[in-house]
């Protein structure tokens, strides 16, 4: 393709020769400059426009930045108070559990309560010292958590024992069954008191006051409570273990028929009901069903 160019004011003529990637280069650099100066003819007001969106665009997202800062640090304030007091519930633990195992007279090392390193400080130096991320805080929420679970379980263990402990020192039969009194009759062959004759007595008789207190000679429950042939008013009390006692001939009976009673507690008062000839009470101790010689528990010392 050709090009012819003329000058008028020098009647010059000239021609060019154009290929047609020559020329569709000329027209694509024809277009963009025309583009640009169209934009550089734009608005200035469109231009101040799209300045002022931007920033407020901008201005706006530096507001959420800072609220999410805010919000962050007063997230992470409130993890750092509970930090502080999970510690101060450890510290509470670890005091009780070292005065429990003391009284208890346990094996110290079986049950260590001291184990944690030494803390302390102002509240305020604990904040600034740790406040460095997040996930830090969470890491030590979280080891916090896991000695606080491990202490109470320490002390769900220490607090079986411990029941089981006052379990067996208040079931374990021992003492006499009055606090006042004495012993009247043993156990074994004996003279029957009504027909002269050699008999089986199966138990102690102790002979008191009427209106003396009658106690239980350990804890445990009350399995019987009222009239039977020959014992009169009659307590009997399980213990466990296969152990029960009885305590017959009473005036009044303190307790009923599935009471838990406790060691030395008043169960019933003397008197002279069933097969008896004046105020006392008849102790029997059973085991496995058997009356057994009550004399050894009479005489042995308490437990605990």
Same mark, same amino acid.
């Given at each position: 393709?050709?090009?012819?160019?003329? %000058?008028?004011?020098?009647?010059?003529?000239?021609? $060019?020769?154009?290929?047609?990637?020559?020329?569709?280069?000329? #027209?694509?650099?024809?277009?963009?400059?025309?583009?640009?100066? !169209?934009?550089?003819?734009?608005?200035?007001?469109?231009?101040?426009?799209?300045?002022?969106?931007?920033?407020?665009?901008?201005?706006?997202?530096?507001?959420? @930045?800072?609220?999410?800062?805010?919000?962050?640090?007063?997230?992470?304030?409130?993890?750092?108070?509970? #930090?502080?007091?999970?510690?101060?519930? #450890?510290?509470?633990?670890?005091?009780?559990?070292?005065?429990? @195992?003391?009284?208890?007279?346990?094996?110290?090392?079986?049950?260590?309560?001291?184990?944690?390193?030494?803390?302390?400080?102002?509240?305020?130096?604990?904040?600034?010292?740790? %406040?460095?991320?997040?996930?830090? %805080?969470? #890491?030590?929420?979280?080891?916090?958590?896991?000695?606080?679970?491990?202490?109470?379980?320490?002390?769900?263990?220490?607090?079986?024992?411990?029941?089981?402990?006052?379990?067996?020192?208040?079931?374990?039969?021992?003492?006499?069954?009055?606090?006042?009194?004495?012993?009247?009759?043993? $156990? +074994?062959?004996?003279?029957?008191?009504?027909?002269?004759?050699?008999?089986?007595?199966?138990?102690?008789?102790?002979?008191?006051?009427?209106?003396?207190? @009658?106690?239980?000679?350990?804890?445990?429950?009350?399995?019987?409570?009222?009239?039977?042939?020959?014992? +009169?008013?009659?307590?009997?009390?399980?213990?466990?273990? &296969?152990?029960?006692?009885? $305590?017959?001939?009473?005036?009044?009976?303190?307790?009923?028929?599935?009471? %838990?009673?406790?060691? &030395?507690?008043?169960?019933?008062?003397?008197?002279?009901? !069933?097969?008896?000839? !004046?105020?006392?009470?008849?102790?029997?101790?059973?085991?496995? !069903?058997?009356?057994?010689?009550?004399?050894?528990?009479?005489?042995?010392?308490?437990?605990?």
């Amino acid at each position: 393709m050709s090009l012819t160019l003329l %000058v008028r004011s020098k009647k010059v003529r000239l021609r $060019y020769n154009l290929s047609k990637r020559q020329l569709a280069a000329a #027209l694509v650099v024809t277009l963009g400059l025309t583009l640009i100066a !169209g934009r550089s003819t734009q608005d200035p007001a469109e231009a101040q426009a799209r300045v002022a969106y931007t920033q407020t665009g901008l201005i706006k997202q530096k507001e959420e @930045v800072e609220q999410l800062k805010e919000t962050t640090q007063q997230q992470l304030t409130g993890m750092l108070m509970k #930090l502080g007091e999970i510690q101060g519930q #450890l510290h509470r633990l670890n005091a009780l559990g070292d005065r429990l @195992v003391k009284e208890s007279g346990l094996n110290s090392e079986e049950f260590n309560f001291s184990e944690l390193p030494a803390l302390g400080g102002p509240a305020q130096e604990l904040v600034e010292a740790q %406040v460095q991320s997040a996930g830090e %805080v969470m #890491l030590q929420i979280d080891q916090m958590l896991a000695q606080l679970d491990s202490k109470t379980k320490q002390l769900q263990a220490l607090e079986s024992i411990l029941l089981n402990h006052h379990i067996e020192a208040q079931s374990y039969l021992a003492g006499r069954p009055v606090n006042s009194g004495w012993l009247s009759s043993y $156990y +074994g062959v004996r003279k029957d008191p009504f027909s002269g004759m050699p008999a089986m007595h199966k138990g102690l008789d102790f002979a008191g006051q009427e209106g003396d207190a @009658v106690v239980s000679t350990g804890a445990g429950l009350v399995t019987w409570a009222g009239e039977r042939y020959g014992y +009169g008013n009659l307590v009997e009390i399980e213990h466990g273990n &296969g152990l029960v006692t009885r $305590y017959g001939h009473n005036k009044n009976l303190e307790v009923k028929v599935g009471d %838990v009673v406790t060691k &030395g507690q008043t169960i019933a008062i003397m008197g002279s009901t !069933g097969r008896s000839t !004046g105020a006392h009470v008849h102790y029997e101790v059973m085991q496995h !069903g058997r009356q057994i010689d009550p004399l050894p528990f009479v005489y042995r010392k308490s437990q605990g």
